[in-house]
Each structure stands twice: as structure tokens, then as C-alpha cells.
């Protein structure tokens, strides 16, 4: 099933908006028009073993510090799971990260991770499954969409990084992450 008759199966509105493809969140900035709802990265883990696979998403300003999240999670180390552990478990490629590739997550194999600001804004704003558009879910559609992918998000205030953490952040660039 695509994911606009997932959404419209489980009575989820989504409003979409079409735009140039974006692949970092300084590009969703200068492409993506204004839209009702709060912007999001999304970064997509695996622990040190590649046993747990984590969605992470957090404010687009935020540096997560990886090594205080593995911890806060009970993960240990976390690192960027490959464009192939991407596909595999999401359908998805680099560039297209998003908590509506949940649905693609039948075997439940991903853990959904969202910042506690994100999770009490009014509306979230995500990828379709591509970076040429953005959908618009209202805080009730957020949570059908995980009931129907069963997927219980995880909310917490994910630990930013300091200058201290260096190597061991995310700052929003890279191969597994939009």
C-alpha cells in the first residue's frame, strides 16, 4: 500500500506540499515554502552491534550529542545506520528520512525516538517517503499514524551536543540523515 492510501485507510489528513528536492535542512529552508507546523530532522541509528535501528527526530537547529543518547536510550554507542540498513527496514533512501517511512517498518524492527518539543508542537511536518515534497500532520494525525504502524514513539529531550562532543554529533549532513 503507498502512503497516501495508508493515510486516507486510516482516516489521517496530510495535507502536501510539492517542492524542489531537498536533501539538508539549510536547503528545506531557502525551498520549502512556509507551512503550519514544526520542521524536523531525521536521523536514522544503529547501535554499535547493528542489533537496534533508532528514527530519531529532532528540531532542525539540534546537534545531537549520539554518545548521550545512546546512553539516555540504553543503547550504548550509536552511530549512522548504511543507506542499505536504510532501505531495508524503512524503503527509503538517504535524503527522504521520515517518521511516515514507519509505515514501511511492519516487522517493527525500528525504534521511533522524537524530541519532546516536537512531539507538544500543534503540527510536525515530514517527507511523503520523498524530498520533493512535505506533509503536514496535525499532533492528533501524528499519533493515529504511529497507532496504525505500531510504533509507540519514545519522547524525550534528546541530549544536544557541545563543542566537546566533536565527531560523535549530528549536525544534520550526511548519507543516512535528512
Known amino acids: 500500500m503507498d502512503l497516501e492510501s495508508f493515510l486516507r485507510h486510516h482516516r489521517i489528513s496530510a495535507p502536501r506540499h510539492e517542492h524542489p528536492a ?3 535542512c ?6 520549502v515554502p512556509p507551512l503550519p507546523g514544526a520542521k524536523s530532522k531525521n536521523l536514522f541509528l544503529r547501535d554499535k552491534k547493528g542489533l537496534r535501528h533508532l528514527l530519531v527526530s529532532v528540531p532542525p537547529a539540534r ?3 549520539l554518545n548521550a543518547l545512546g546512553a539516555a536510550l540504553g543503547a550504548g554507542r550509536l552511530g549512522f545506520a548504511s543507506p542499505e ?3 531495508k527496514h524503512l524503503a527509503i533512501t538517504p535524503g527522504s528520512v521520515s517518521l511516515l517511512a514507519l ?3 511492519q516487522a517493527s524492527a525500528v525504534e521511533f525516538v522524537i524530541d519532546r518539543t516536537l512531539w507538544e508542537a500543534a503540527a510536525i511536518l515530514a517527507h511523503p517517503l520523498t524530498n520533493t515534497a512535505t506533509m503536514v500532520l496535525a499532533h492528533a494525525d501524528l499519533e493515529r499514524f504511529l497507532a496504525a504502524t ?3 514513539p519514545r519522547v524525550i ?3 544536544g551536543a557541545t563543542a566537546a562532543a566533536g565527531a560523535d554529533s549530528a549536525d544534520g549532513s550526511g548519507s543516512a540523515r535528512s
Open 22 to 24: 531537498v536533501m539538508t
Open 26 to 31: 539549510e536547503e528545506s529552508d531557502r525551498l
Open 63 to 65: 546537534a545531537v550529542d
Open 85 to 87: 540498513r536504510l532501505q
Open 103 to 105: 509505515m514501511n517498518d
Open 150 to 152: 505500531g510504533h509507540a
Open 157 to 159: 529531550d534528546v541530549p
